[in-house]
């Protein structure tokens, strides 16, 4: 103490208390890094925590990390330790084997330690807390795991004809918000169109009254504050078909598809009656009467008849009976069925009068002939 201090200063008090303090509790983090750390999934990660001790710091170490709740009402996870000059690190499965202190020796003032293959779930607060009696220290670090945007995927939307409103869309299924879509052009002159419309947002770029002008190659990056990713989209504006005459000529395709469909029904129920009624006709003609003679045969047929009334005009009573009872007994069919040209001719016979009488016949008196075939 310098002479004429006084010790009874407030002012001095308390300096010379944070003095005491100080000497009595030495340990001290030393880190200086920053407490808000972002990474990528996939990562690694260090968490820094340095401490120096004091010569009265003389109890056991001990080391303690633990990850911090968002709610207040749960309870802090232990995820490592040191004590005892041993670490242990099965305290959180989540984090089992991806977890280690960054030196071999933390007796050394390093208690700092290495996050693994980051994941989003490792999000969180994490603290430090060194003690060594009578000397205790802490720090914490809030570690935000972010996952980079995914390959977003470039497309069109709605038409890409002339004089229409034309959109492309961009957007990554995966990555950690806020995301951001820039478009740009690749071809050409580099410049997007006058009258396109971005939006970072949405990963959207909207062309009004699109031209030929405007077809090329596009492309947009999707980012975030740990990565980015792109798509490339190839952009062509045609002139729009003319849907009236498709449309017409797809009708009169139809028509004429239906007409032949109908044409050939119609074709093959013909042909079906045809051959039906064909049939019809070939039953009845098998099942009739057997057709008319020919008129060959028929003056054949009266010219024996002739032949057969010269005989019976020069036959007598006696004959005319047997030749008629022949007639009669002729069966009907089998004068029908043999032709008159080879039909026998009556055996010449002799019929008594009496016999002729009772068949009713009326006696004629024949001229007799001589040989020359005059009339006697």
Not at 73 to 78: A, G, L, T
Not at 79 to 85: E, F, R
Not at 252 to 264: E, F, P, R, S, T
Not at 282 to 311: C, L
Request: hydrophobic share 35%; charged share 20%; glycine share 8%.
């Amino acid at each position: 103490m310098t002479a004429g201090m006084d010790l009874k200063s407030p002012r001095l008090c308390y300096i010379f208390m944070i003095v005491i303090s100080g000497a009595v509790h030495g340990l001290q983090i030393t880190s200086t890094g920053p407490t808000s750390i972002e990474m990528a999934s996939g990562g690694s990660v260090k968490l820094d925590c340095q401490f120096s001790l004091a010569t009265q710091d003389a109890g056991p170490l001990d080391i303690e990390w633990s990850l911090q709740p968002s709610d207040n009402q749960r309870e802090e996870k232990v995820i490592i330790l040191y004590s005892g000059d041993r670490a242990y690190d099965d305290y959180y499965p989540a984090l089992k084997g991806r977890v280690h202190f960054n030196s071999s020796d933390p007796k050394k003032g390093d208690a700092s330690i290495n996050l693994l293959t980051l994941q989003a779930s490792d999000t969180g607060t994490y603290q430090c807390k060194v003690k060594k009696a009578p000397g205790i220290g802490s720090r914490k670090v809030l570690l935000t795991v972010m996952v980079r945007p995914s390959t977003p995927k470039c497309s069109t939307e709605g038409s890409t004809y002339i004089g229409d409103n034309v959109v492309l869309k961009c957007k990554s299924s995966d990555g950690t918000s806020p995301l951001q879509y820039i478009w740009d052009r690749i071809s050409g002159n580099k410049l997007l169109p006058a009258t396109a419309v971005t939006d970072p947002a949405s990963g959207t770029i909207s062309m009004r009254n699109a031209s030929e002008a405007i077809s090329g190659t596009y492309r947009c990056t999707a980012k975030n504050r740990v990565g980015t990713d792109e798509c490339v989209l190839q952009l062509k504006v045609i002139q729009q078909p003319n849907t009236a005459g498709i449309i017409a000529g797809s009708v009169i395709g139809v028509l004429l598809l239906l007409l032949l469909i109908a044409l050939i029904l119609f074709c093959c129920c013909r042909a079906r009656h045809r051959k039906k009624y064909e049939k019809e006709i070939s039953y009845e003609i098998r099942e009739d009467v057997p057709p008319p003679k020919s008129r060959i045969s028929t003056a054949r047929s009266f010219a024996s008849a002739g032949s057969q009334r010269s005989s019976l005009g020069s036959m007598s009573p006696s004959n005319l009976h047997e030749y008629s009872k022949a007639q009669y007994d002729k069966v009907p069919s089998e004068e029908y069925d043999q032709p008159p040209s080879h039909a026998p001719l009556p055996p010449p016979s002799r019929m008594a009068g009496p016999n002729l009488s009772r068949m009713g016949a009326v006696p004629v008196m024949v001229p007799a002939q001589n040989r020359d075939g005059s009339i006697v």
